[in-house]
């Protein structure tokens, strides 16, 4: 009854930039935290970035930071969350999710679950 629909994914050259998209629809009340995770194969999914329904954003603290690399947004009234990424490394290269969590109001009840995308990928090779 809820999906996340996630775009712009694809093959990039090392320095060059994507954006990733990502659409929440269906029995939505409200979207609070959005955010994107990647994931390589063999390795857990790590947070990329995240966003609260304020616009205060998190990003990935490790030895590789993407902030200042990345950029995520989003649009409330889309309910829709951006990941601008730029200046790309092949370390990079993932599957990258897009994750919500989102209140529903169903059986009288307001009820809020946490959703993942399908997952897009990410490829940065030259």
């Known amino acids: 009854q809820v999906q996340l629909v996630e775009s712009g994914g694809g093959l990039v050259q090392p320095g060059g930039s994507l954006r990733l998209s990502c659409a929440a629809s269906g029995r939505i009340f409200r979207v609070n935290a959005m955010g994107w995770y990647r994931q390589v194969p063999g390795e857990q999914r790590e947070l990329v970035a995240s966003i609260t329904s304020a616009g205060s954003t998190r990003y990935a603290d490790d030895a590789d930071p993407v902030k200042g690399r990345f950029t995520i947004s989003r649009d409330n009234a889309k309910n829709t969350v951006l990941l601008q990424m730029n200046s790309l490394k092949p370390e990079d290269t993932a599957v990258y999710y897009c994750?919500?969590?989102?209140?529903?109001?169903?059986?009288?009840?307001?009820?809020?679950?946490?959703?993942w995308g399908q997952g897009t990928q990410v490829t940065v090779s030259s």
């Open positions: 994750n919500a969590d989102i209140q529903s109001y169903r059986n009288g009840a307001y009820v809020t679950n946490k959703y």
